[in-house]
């Protein structure tokens, strides 16, 4: 999974090409329990990076899912409204939240990678 970048607030990001893929953590995941709702943003929302872009909800608490980069939201995985559950199965594959056009690409060196994200979480034991 070296092509995933990851933000401090627990989102991950996968790039292709001008498109970012958006989701929540395992590790987010697993501090939130079972997930009982998702709010998506709409398509063509204009997101800005570390502002809100969505919420997941679950039996714990409810939590924002922040944009990792500026963009525009093009399209949103839809199967999360009808089953949030699927982010307690996969939520670093199937349970992507959105996807967005990326306005400045440049933003992604500002991510942590794999190596960096796994060490921050390791700190917050």
Request: aromatic share 8%; no cysteine; hydrophobic share 50%.
């Amino acid at each position: 999974m070296a092509d995933l970048r990851f933000t401090k607030d627990h989102e991950w990001v996968r790039l292709e090409g001008d498109v970012a893929t958006v989701g929540i953590t395992a590790f987010a995941q697993d501090q939130l329990g079972d997930v009982v709702f998702v709010e998506l943003p709409a398509v063509g929302k204009k997101v800005e990076q570390g502002k809100d872009a969505a919420v997941v909800e679950s039996v714990k608490a409810a939590s924002e899912v922040y944009a990792p980069l500026d963009g525009e939201v093009t399209e949103v995985n839809d199967a999360l409204t009808g089953d949030p559950a699927l982010v307690n199965a996969d939520p670093m594959g199937a349970a992507w939240f959105f996807k967005m056009k990326v306005a400045n690409k440049a933003q992604l060196d500002g991510l942590l990678d794999q190596a960096a994200y796994d060490a921050y979480v390791k700190g917050l034991a």
